[in-house]
C-alpha cells in the first residue's frame, strides 16, 4: 500500500486556470506537509499543517492555498496560475511525536503550466 | 528561520571510492538531520538519520557525522556503487512537527 499518495502524478494547465492536487496518507501522521521542488531541484517548505495549527512559508504567493477535509488529507489549490509556478510538488506526511521523526514523501505531481 | 547550506552542489567518484557531502545549519535549536536520496523521476526518500544527542551513526556503507558545536553535519558513503548516482539531499527541524529545511542538494555520480 502506498503510504503518502498524491494525484495526479502530471498535470499541464494554462495560464490563469485554477487547479488542485490532492494528497492523502495512510501512515496515521498527525502532520502533513507540501514541499515545492524547482527545476535546480531544491526543495522547499510550502506549508506545514497539523489539526491545531497552519504554518504558512511567508514567500508563498496567497494564491496557494492548503485544505484538509481530515487528518489522512491535505490538498493544494492554486489560484491563477502562472508560469513560474511550473515545478514538482511534493506533499509529505510526519508524526509531531516528542521527537522528531521521518517524514514520508509523496510520488510528486509534475505541474506545467504553458 | 533555519537555513540549511549543502556542499559540493555536484560530486564525481569512481565505483569504489568514497564519497562526502557537508551541510552546515544554522538555527542552534535544530535536533533533527536526516539524509534523503532522490533518484530521478522520484520521491525523496530517508537513508539515515541522526539526533542531536548522537555524535555519530553507521548503517552498513553509509555513515553521518554531527558536530552540534560547529553546526554541520556529514554524509559519507563508503565503496561506492554506480547504484547511489542520485541527488542527496540533508535537512533539519527543530521541535517535532516542523518541516524539515533542506539543503539545495548534491548530484553524485559514480561512474564503473
Known amino acids: 500500500d502506498t503510504a503518502v499518495s498524491q494525484t495526479p502524478k502530471y498535470l499541464v494547465t494554462q495560464m490563469g486556470n485554477d487547479k488542485s492536487i490532492k494528497c492523502e496518507q495512510n501512515l496515521g501522521h498527525d502532520t502533513m506537509y507540501w514541499y515545492k521542488q524547482d527545476s535546480k531541484k531544491f526543495l522547499k517548505i510550502m506549508f506545514s499543517y497539523n489539526n491545531k495549527e497552519l504554518i504558512i512559508n511567508e514567500t508563498v504567493p496567497n494564491r496557494f492555498s492548503p485544505k484538509s477535509p481530515d487528518k489522512a488529507h491535505l490538498n493544494l489549490h492554486i489560484n491563477s496560475l502562472e508560469l513560474g509556478d511550473s515545478a514538482v510538488y511534493f506533499c509529505?506526511?510526519?508524526?509531531?511525536?516528542?521527537?522528531?521523526?521521518?517524514?514520508?514523501f509523496g510520488q510528486g505531481t509534475r505541474l506545467t503550466v504553458v | 528561520g533555519e537555513n540549511v547550506e549543502q556542499h559540493p552542489s555536484t560530486l564525481s567518484v569512481q565505483e569504489g571510492d568514497s564519497a562526502v557531502i557537508k551541510c552546515t545549519y544554522s538555527?542552534?535549536?535544530?535536533?533533527?538531520f536526516p539524509w534523503y536520496k532522490q533518484e530521478l523521476g522520484k520521491r525523496p526518500q530517508l537513508i539515515i538519520d541522526?539526533?542531536?544527542?548522537?555524535g555519530e551513526k553507521k548503517d552498513q556503507r553509509i555513515a553521518v557525522t554531527l558536530n552540534k558545536t560547529a553546526k554541520h553535519f556529514s554524509l559519507h558513503i563508503t565503496e561506492t556503487q554506480p547504484e547511489d548516482s542520485a541527488v542527496y539531499f540533508c535537512a533539519a527541524s527543530t521541535q517535532a512537527g516542523t518541516a524539515l529545511i533542506f539543503g539545495k542538494g548534491t548530484t553524485l555520480s559514480v561512474s564503473s
Open positions: 509529505a506526511s510526519s508524526q509531531a511525536n516528542r521527537m522528531n521523526t521521518e517524514a514520508f
Open positions: 538555527d542552534s535549536a535544530s535536533n533533527y
Open positions: 541522526i539526533r542531536s544527542n548522537v
